[in-house]
Structures are given as structure tokens and as C-alpha cells.
């Protein structure tokens, strides 16, 4: 990626290319499921998940330092505009395992310092920085094929990138509904935090 240009605090804010799921990943128009059934982008979240995705490193705080705030909506800047954090940042130790929060298939990038897995599940994109990939996936010349637990890659260490001390280490979890993907317009990031199962409390 030439394009993306990292935040004055934090992760790029664009997506990046997605690879497009094959076609037994795309979303049915059955049902009342969450997602593409779901209220348009830009409206609060407010049907429940049907199947809570896993916490991807098990610990529930959020993101809180002094370097910002890892919520969902938290002020940004980009390219010197005001921006809104279009993610979640959860709370990790550096180099421990990360578990595939969904079923779907995986892939992985390298975005400057950042490293990146991607998981195009059934319902929702997700994309996680800060993870370096397993070598399967790594590896891969395309997407594999992972399950929800599966360890996915590894939490990158955040200092050496950033050089913010009081950065706690995290990784950043952005979801999308594919037929915002699709639109082309938007690319529809939604609210993680409803989807995501409660983690243990993090000792710092
Ligand atoms: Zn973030």
C-alpha cells in the first residue's frame, strides 16, 4: 500500500484492498441474520448478534492511555483532518497468540511497519493490525482457510513503530458488513464492540 498514511496516534485509517470472498462466503438474503439484514452504515448498532465473535487476545479492557482512546467513534487525525477511530483496540501482550475471531478465510499484508490479517467470514470482513501472521498464512499465496479459536498470528510489539511509551500495547479490530464493501462508495466499518465476547480484565 502507497496510500495509506499512518495517524498522528495510530493505525491508517483506510482499509486497504480487500480481497473479495468466494462466493460461498457471500452474504444470503434469508433470514433476519445481523449484518447485511441490518440497519444502513451510519446508524447505531441495535439488533444483537446472533453468534458473538471471540475476543482475539481474551482481554476485555479497552485500549485506554494517554497516547488516546482505542473506543469505537474515539477523535483521530488523519492527513491533519479530524477523524473518528473506525475500529476497536483491545488490549494485548506483545507476542502473545491471536485467535481468529470468526470462521472465515484468512490472508495477511504488510502495510509499512504495520502487519495485518484479514478474515473474510460469512457475514462481516474483519481486518486486525498489529498481527504478525502465522506461517501458514503468511505463507500462503492466498487466503486459507481458518476457524473461530484458531490462533491466526502473533501481537506485534506497538514501541518500536510508534515510540509513544505510554502506548499500551493493543491490537486494532475493524469490521465490515459486505455490502457496504460492495457499494464501493463506503466501506461501512461497524461498531466491533456488540459482536465481540467480553474478555478477562488485563493487570497492567
Ligand atoms: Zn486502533
Keep these: 500500500m502507497t496510500n495509506t498514511k499512518p495517524e498522528r496516534n495510530g ?4 482499509p486497504g484492498p480487500l480481497s473479495f470472498p468466494n462466493s460461498q462466503f457471500e452474504p444470503t438474503t434469508a433470514g433476519a441474520g445481523i449484518g447485511h439484514n441490518g440497519p444502513p452504515p451510519d446508524t447505531p448498532f441495535s439488533n444483537p448478534p446472533t453468534d458473538a465473535y471471540l475476543n482475539p487476545t481474551g482481554f476485555g479492557t479497552e485500549r485506554s492511555d494517554s497516547e488516546g482512546s482505542g473506543a469505537w467513534g474515539a477523535d483521530r487525525m488523519y492527513d491533519g483532518e479530524k477523524d473518528k477511530h473506525k475500529a476497536v483496540d483491545i488490549l494485548s501482550e506483545v507476542d502473545q497468540p491471536i485467535y481468529a475471531p470468526l470462521d472465515g ?21 474483519a481486518r486486525i493490525l498489529y498481527v504478525k501472521p502465522t506461517e501458514e498464512i503468511a505463507g500462503a499465496k492466498g ?17 518500536p513503530i510508534y515510540k509513544k511509551e ?12 459486505y455490502p457496504d464493501i460492495k457499494k464501493g462508495t463506503s466501506w461501512g466499518p461497524i461498531d466491533p464492540t456488540p459482536y465481540i465476547e467480553p474478555g478477562v480484565e488485563k493487570n497492567e
Design 11 to 14: 493505525e491508517p485509517s483506510a
Design 143 to 159: 487466503e486459507i482457510t481458518v476457524k473461530k479459536g484458531d490462533v491466526i498470528g502473533f501481537t506485534q510489539d506497538l514501541y
Design 166 to 177: 505510554k502506548m499500551k500495547n493493543h491490537i486494532h479490530l475493524e469490521l465490515y458488513r
Design 105 to 125: 478465510r484468512a490472508s495477511s499484508t504488510l502495510e509499512g511497519d504495520y502487519s495485518i490479517v484479514r478474515i473474510a467470514g460469512k457475514e462481516h470482513f
